[in-house]
């Protein structure tokens, strides 16, 4: 059994938000932070759908439910919650600057025995580690969207993370009913996100030599491979912004021009239309969800 009992999560958007209720529902006390007030008031209100619905179709009593919830606090202060921390896992936006400025505060405040985590898979432990003070207790736990439902994390090892980290580590995410994938050595993108992204590629390479459209992409991934969805419909999941940043930091890292986000992407980005969370992206969505195939060219 790890020794984590209190879990601080920073950050309320999708990942965040439903990476704490995880903990929150395998039984550990969680405040879930964000500066801004109302992205913790969204957070609220789409777990209080998720568990409802899992309520309604039997998965968990309402009285798990509740005493989820109760384990549960959405916040604006941090520091507070940083101070009794067990584990810090840190899911804000994915820029190196504000991920380092955050850890080196966070390391200030949090006990010398915590340990801190990032979700990310674009920057590797050790771009972040170097701004805190105990380097050896730091790693990347890297989840999944949706992280209520995905099953995997991957657990990062750092060139200073510690055998004692990683293993409190390993096990931590075994307690919260997630399926551990250990990396040994520190890489970008890790293992699941190099692969996916290869595929993502060369669907966009498919895509803008005109050979198929979104649609017929999307479906042959569907119905010849059995992926749950397509990558365009992925991107329109995970937010088309989140694989843009990670391209543009992998092309300011290595100067290949092969690393830059794809044109298609580019122009997505610049005219917000970032995905399911805008409503627009690869697809177009209703207010209820559904989605209607578009030329986004
Ligand atoms: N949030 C939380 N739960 C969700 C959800 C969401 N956004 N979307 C669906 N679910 C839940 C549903 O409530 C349902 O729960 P239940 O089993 O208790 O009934 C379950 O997921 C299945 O949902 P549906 O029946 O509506 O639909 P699907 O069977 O198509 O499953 C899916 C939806 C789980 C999203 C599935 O399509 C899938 O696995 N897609 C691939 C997701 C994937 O590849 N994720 C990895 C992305 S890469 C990443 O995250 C890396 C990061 O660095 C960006």
């Not at 969680?30 to 759908?49: F, H, I, Q």
Request: hydrophobic share 45%.
């Amino acid at each position: 059994m790890s020794p984590v009992r209190t879990v601080l999560v920073v950050g309320a958007g999708a990942m965040g938000s439903q990476i704490a209720m995880v903990c929150a529902n395998a039984g550990f006390d969680v405040t879930c932070t964000d500066l801004d007030r109302s992205a913790l008031d969204r957070a609220g209100e789409m777990l209080r759908t998720r568990m409802d619905s899992s309520v309604a179709k039997g998965r968990i009593t309402a009285e798990q439910r509740d005493a989820a919830f109760d384990r549960l606090t959405l916040s604006t202060d941090r520091d507070t919650a940083a101070r009794t921390a067990d584990l810090v896992i840190e899911a804000a936006v994915e820029k190196l600057d504000v991920k380092r400025a955050l850890f080196a505060e966070l390391s200030a405040i949090a006990p010398t025995t915590a340990i801190l985590a990032s979700n990310s898979s674009s920057f590797v432990p050790s771009a972040m580690a170097s701004a805190v003070s105990h380097p050896e207790r730091f790693c990347n736990l890297h989840f999944f969207n949706p992280a209520l439902v995905m099953r995997c994390v991957e657990v990062v090892r750092g060139p200073q993370t510690s055998d004692a980290t990683m293993a409190t580590a390993t096990a931590f995410v075994e307690e919260i009913g997630k399926t551990a994938v250990v990396l040994e050595k520190e890489i970008p993108g890790f293992v699941a996100n190099r692969i996916l992204g290869a595929v993502r590629d060369e669907a966009i390479h498919l895509l803008e030599g005109g050979y198929a459209d979104v649609e017929a992409i999307d479906t042959a991934c569907r119905t010849a491979l059995g992926y749950p969805m397509g990558p365009f419909e992925l991107m329109d999941l995970t937010g088309i912004d989140i694989g843009y940043l990670v391209k543009k930091q992998r092309f300011a890292d290595s100067g290949d021009p092969a690393d830059a986000p794809a044109d298609s992407v580019t122009r997505l980005v610049d005219r917000g239309d970032l995905g399911r969370k805008t409503g627009r992206g690869w697809y177009v969505y209703s207010d209820s969800g559904e989605k209607v195939a578009v030329n986004p060219l």
